[in-house]
């Protein structure tokens, strides 16, 4: 399980999962806010299955 989620992507992720989890919190939603777990596991984990299919990589190559 290879990164795929870098950068910019993964800060959004984070910045908006934890943002749907917080106005769930505070009511001003509904409880499917809790869906910002997702965006906010992939962006600290760095890793998305969504993105596999389509092969998509966002993170820059490491070189050795």
């Known amino acids: ?4 989620v870098g950068g910019i992507d993964r800060i959004l992720r984070i910045v ?3 943002a ?4 769930a919190l505070a009511g001003q ?3 499917w806010g809790y ?4 965006p906010l596991l992939t962006g600290v984990i ?3 299955p ?3 299919p389509f092969g998509i990589k ?3 190559a490491r070189q050795a």
């Open 46 to 48: 760095g890793w998305c």
């Open 1 to 4: 399980m290879s990164q795929n």
């Open 35 to 38: 869906i910002g777990v997702v």
């Open 20 to 23: 749907l989890i917080g106005l």
């Open 29 to 31: 939603i509904g409880w």
């Open 50 to 52: 969504a993105y596999l």
């Open 16 to 18: 908006v999962g934890l």
């Open 58 to 60: 966002t993170c820059k």
